[in-house]
Each structure stands twice: as C-alpha cells, then as structure tokens.
C-alpha cells in the first residue's frame, strides 16, 4: 500500500492556479508531518511548504502569500493550494512524510516517506 499518493498536477498559465493533493494513510496523517516539496529542471529539491498535524505551517519564502497548505481530514489528505502561479514554479511536486520527533519547531529534515509525484507546468 502506497503510504502518499499525489494528484491534482497539470498545466496551467502564468497567474493562474491549481490544487494539489496528497492522500496519506491514517497513521501518517494523523500523526506525521507532510510537506510538499519540488524538482524543477536541473538539480536540486525545494521545501515547498509543510504542515504538522495540529496544523502548524510554514512555507518557503518563494511562495508565501501565493500558496495555502491544509489539511482535509474528510479525505486524509493534504492539499496545496496554489494561485498566482510562475514559470518557475513549473516541476515535479513530491509529498513527504516525517516523523515529528525529528523536527526542531517547524523545521524538519526529509523523512522515510515519499509520493510518486504530480507534475506542475506553468507556461503561456
């Protein structure tokens, strides 16, 4: 059983939005902490956002005022929402999981547990 299945991914032009979701499982959704991180082209992750089960955010600088993350505990999941997109948000968006004992306040290392994958592509 896939622990984190994504979806929501496409194409979309520059200003415009999308929404993302990761399904988890019951024990990784009610416990764990999941972010959204991506692969544009060439080398290199970025820490997208994240989101701890008691709800705690945090985001990277890029995106904060453009992108909402939250949990949506009807479906086990946790969507990204995003608008006012860029061409450079285009890449390969990735939910992770990690244990919140790793972490250090809103700040955690990359955990065990990764998605397939959903591509974004921003282009007009």
């Known amino acids: 059983q896939a622990q984190l299945v994504e979806s929501g991914g496409g194409l979309v032009q520059p200003g415009g939005s999308l929404t993302l979701s990761c399904a988890a499982t019951?024990?990784?959704?009610?416990?764990?902490?999941i972010a959204w991180y991506r692969r544009a082209p060439g080398p290199g992750r970025e820490l997208v956002a994240r989101i701890f089960s008691d709800g705690k955010t945090n985001y990277a600088d890029s995106v904060k005022g453009r992108f909402t993350i939250s949990r949506d505990s009807d479906k086990r999941s946790v969507v990204l929402q995003m608008t006012s997109l860029k061409n450079e948000d285009t890449g390969a968006y990735y939910c992770n999981a990690v244990e919140p004992r790793y972490c250090t306040g809103l700040m955690c290392p990359v955990g065990e547990y990764w998605g397939r994958g959903t591509q974004v592509t921003v282009r007009g």
């Open positions: 019951q024990t990784i959704f009610s416990t764990f902490s």
